[in-house]
C-alpha cells in the first residue's frame, strides 16, 4: 500500500490527519482512498494496525545539525529524537526562542540542507506553520508502529512500513509557481484559489511533473479534490505522488551523502 499523509499535531474533526490511499501500476497512480483521523492516538494505532505502507508524511523527520550541536544534544538520528519526543510543548519553544534570540535578524533560524532546494520552513519553527511541534507528535507515531526511515537509518531489505518525508508545496509549486491552492479561512477561499486546485488536479492526472507520473482519479474523486478548499485532501495526494515516485527509484530517491541527522525530502 502507498500512502501520502497531511498530518496535524492538533487534529480535529474540522481539521483531521488526512491519508490518501493508492496503487501504482506502471506510471498510473490509482487513487484509491481516504482515511481520516480526529486524533493522535487514533492515526498511530492505524499505522501499527495496518500490516504493510509505504508512505510520504508532511511533517519534518529532523532537526537542523547546527540546532543540534548549539544545544548538545545527542548528535545521533534516534537518540536526538528520542530526547526530543521527552520534551513537552512549552519546553520546545522556549528553547528554540532562545536559540533564535542570540541571532541576526534574517538568521533567526537554523535550516536543514534539504530545506532549500524544496523551500521548505525550517523544521524547528514553532508557529506559522508549527512544523516544530508536528515533528513532535508525529515522528514518534511512525517508530512506535516499526516504521524504517531510510533517510536517517539503513532500511533493511524487508522493511514492510517504510515511512518518508514529503512535502506537497514542492510538488504544487512545480506546476502551479506560487499561487496559492489552499486555505482554513473561509474569507480566504476565493474563486482564485479554486481555479489554481483546478489546474493542479488537471496536471497530475496528465503526468504533467517531474515525476513522470500520472494520477488515476474517477469523476468524485476529481471533484472532491477540486471542491476541498482547506486543500487537506489535496496535499494528502500530492505526498502519495511522492511516495509511489520514491517507490520506483533506487534507495527511494535519496541523493548521495545526505546528513542523516537532519534527512531529505522526498525529490528535493
Same mark, same amino acid.
Not at 121 to 142: C, D, F, I, R, T
Given at each position: 500500500?502507498?500512502?501520502?499523509?497531511?498530518?496535524?499535531?492538533?487534529?480535529?474533526?474540522?481539521?483531521?490527519?488526512?491519508? %490518501?490511499? &493508492?496503487?501504482?501500476? &506502471?506510471?498510473?497512480?490509482?487513487?484509491?482512498?481516504?482515511?481520516?483521523?480526529?486524533?493522535? @492516538? %487514533?492515526?498511530?494505532?492505524?499505522?501499527?494496525?495496518?500490516?504493510?505502507?509505504?508512505?510520504?508524511?508532511?511533517?519534518?523527520?529532523?532537526?537542523?545539525?547546527?540546532?543540534?550541536?548549539?544545544?548538545?544534544?545527542?548528535?545521533?538520528?534516534?537518540?536526538?529524537?528520542?530526547?526530543?519526543?521527552?520534551?513537552?510543548?512549552?519546553? $520546545?519553544?522556549?528553547?528554540?526562542?532562545?536559540?533564535?534570540?542570540?541571532? *541576526?535578524? !534574517?538568521?533567526?533560524? %537554523?535550516?536543514?540542507?534539504?530545506?532549500? *532546494?524544496?523551500?521548505?520552513?525550517?523544521?524547528?519553527?514553532?508557529?506559522?506553520?508549527?512544523?516544530?511541534?508536528?515533528?513532535?507528535? &508525529?515522528? *514518534?507515531?511512525?517508530?512506535?508502529?516499526?516504521?524504517?526511515?531510510?533517510?536517517?537509518?539503513?532500511?533493511? %531489505?524487508?522493511?514492510?512500513?517504510?515511512?518518508?518525508?514529503?512535502?506537497?508545496?514542492?510538488?504544487?509549486?512545480?506546476?502551479?509557481?506560487?499561487?496559492?491552492?489552499?486555505?482554513?479561512?473561509?474569507?480566504?477561499?476565493?474563486?482564485?484559489?479554486? $481555479?489554481?486546485?483546478? /489546474?493542479?488536479?488537471?496536471?497530475?492526472?496528465?503526468?504533467?511533473?517531474?515525476? !513522470?507520473?500520472?494520477?488515476?482519479?474517477?469523476?468524485?474523486?476529481?471533484?472532491?479534490?477540486?471542491?476541498?478548499?482547506?486543500?487537506?485532501?489535496? /496535499?494528502?495526494?500530492?505526498?502519495?505522488?511522492?511516495?509511489?515516485? @520514491?517507490?520506483?527509484?533506487?534507495?527511494?530517491?535519496?541523493?548521495?551523502?545526505?546528513?542523516?541527522?537532519?534527512?531529505? $525530502?522526498?525529490?528535493?
Amino acid at each position: 500500500m502507498l500512502i501520502g499523509v497531511d498530518f496535524s499535531s492538533a487534529p480535529t474533526r474540522r481539521k483531521p490527519i488526512v491519508v %490518501a490511499q &493508492g496503487q501504482l501500476r &506502471g506510471a498510473v497512480l490509482q487513487l484509491q482512498r481516504f482515511e481520516r483521523f480526529e486524533t493522535l @492516538a %487514533a492515526f498511530g494505532a492505524w499505522l501499527q494496525a495496518t500490516p504493510a505502507w509505504t508512505g510520504g508524511f508532511d511533517l519534518p523527520f529532523g532537526l537542523p545539525r547546527e540546532l543540534v550541536q548549539q544545544l548538545a544534544w545527542p548528535p545521533g538520528w534516534r537518540a536526538c529524537i528520542t530526547h526530543y519526543a521527552a520534551l513537552d510543548r512549552p519546553t $520546545i519553544r522556549s528553547t528554540f526562542a532562545g536559540f533564535c534570540a542570540g541571532r *541576526p535578524v !534574517g538568521s533567526k533560524f %537554523a535550516h536543514r540542507v534539504c530545506d532549500g *532546494p524544496a523551500g521548505a520552513s525550517p523544521s524547528m519553527k514553532w508557529v506559522n506553520p508549527p512544523v516544530a511541534y508536528m515533528l513532535h507528535a &508525529g515522528l *514518534p507515531l511512525l517508530l512506535a508502529a516499526g516504521a524504517h526511515c531510510p533517510a536517517h537509518e539503513p532500511t533493511p %531489505a524487508q522493511a514492510p512500513r517504510v515511512a518518508l518525508e514529503a512535502y506537497p508545496g514542492l510538488l504544487a509549486r512545480e506546476v502551479i509557481g506560487h499561487r496559492s491552492y489552499k486555505s482554513d479561512t473561509p474569507a480566504k477561499q476565493t474563486p482564485e484559489r479554486l $481555479i489554481a486546485r483546478k /489546474d493542479l488536479v488537471e496536471a497530475l492526472e496528465q503526468g504533467r511533473t517531474r515525476l !513522470g507520473l500520472r494520477l488515476k482519479l474517477g469523476h468524485a474523486q476529481h471533484a472532491a479534490l477540486v471542491d476541498d478548499a482547506s486543500g487537506d485532501a489535496l /496535499d494528502a495526494v500530492l505526498c502519495l505522488l511522492q511516495a509511489a515516485w @520514491a517507490s520506483t527509484r533506487p534507495h527511494w530517491g535519496l541523493p548521495a551523502g545526505i546528513d542523516t541527522l537532519e534527512g531529505w $525530502i522526498l525529490s528535493a
